[in-house]
């Protein structure tokens, strides 16, 4: 079903990207809105995918997973089987936060948070390196991160 946003459910959206502990009478408040035609279009964005979960953004340095990598996986072959398992393997992976197929010289771009070097070493060792169909990975660290935002630009 197609719904076309209007400037009132992209100003919602807009807001609950800055702040999802919003009650409705405070959402009715920014967007200008009584409450109920808020909660109603709330409900609306959420049942037809646009907003997709409400997640708290937790600091991965103080959690001792700030060790941060981006590790390229390159398989030995590549067919619809072979990539099911490794994805599938890959979405019980904690250490994994966010895996694409992507195209170029690799098949899959990972992101790791890891507590150091040697919790990497063991990640790479006892979890990618066990999984058969893996041919060859690439690490880059990340040294420091410049820019990281969680919303989209609506």
Same mark, same amino acid.
């Given at each position: 079903?197609?719904?076309?946003?209007? $400037?009132?459910? /992209?100003?919602?959206?807009?807001?609950?990207?800055?702040?999802?502990?919003?009650?409705? &009478?405070?959402? !009715?408040?920014?967007?200008?809105?009584?409450?109920?035609?808020?909660?109603?279009?709330? &409900? +609306?964005?959420?049942?037809?995918?646009? =907003? $997709? &979960?409400?997640? !708290?953004?937790?600091?991965?340095? $103080? /959690?001792? $997973?700030?060790? /941060?990598? *981006?590790?390229?996986? &390159?398989?030995? +072959?590549?067919?619809?089987? %072979? !990539?099911?398992? *490794?994805?599938?393997?890959? +979405?019980?992976?904690?250490?994994?936060?966010?895996?694409?197929?992507?195209?170029?010289?690799?098949?899959? /771009?990972?992101?790791?948070?890891?507590?150091?070097?040697?919790?990497?070493?063991? *990640?790479?060792?006892?979890?990618?390196?066990?999984?058969?169909? =893996?041919?060859?990975?690439?690490?880059?660290?990340?040294?420091?991160?410049?820019?990281?935002?969680?919303?989209?630009? %609506?």
């Amino acid at each position: 079903m197609d719904y076309e946003l209007d $400037k009132t459910d /992209l100003l919602i959206l807009r807001t609950l990207q800055q702040n999802a502990r919003l009650t409705i &009478k405070e959402m !009715a408040t920014e967007v200008h809105l009584s409450s109920t035609p808020v909660f109603e279009r709330m &409900k +609306r964005l959420e049942r037809l995918g646009y =907003v $997709k &979960k409400y997640i !708290a953004v937790l600091d991965a340095a $103080k /959690l001792n $997973k700030g060790f /941060l990598v *981006f590790c390229n996986v &390159k398989l030995r +072959r590549m067919n619809t089987s %072979i !990539a099911s398992d *490794f994805t599938e393997r890959i +979405r019980q992976v904690p250490q994994v936060t966010e895996c694409y197929n992507i195209s170029g010289n690799f098949d899959y /771009l990972l992101k790791i948070h890891a507590a150091d070097m040697h919790d990497y070493q063991d *990640f790479l060792l006892n979890t990618l390196g066990a999984i058969e169909s =893996v041919g060859s990975i690439e690490s880059t660290f990340v040294m420091e991160e410049i820019k990281h935002e969680y919303g989209l630009n %609506i």
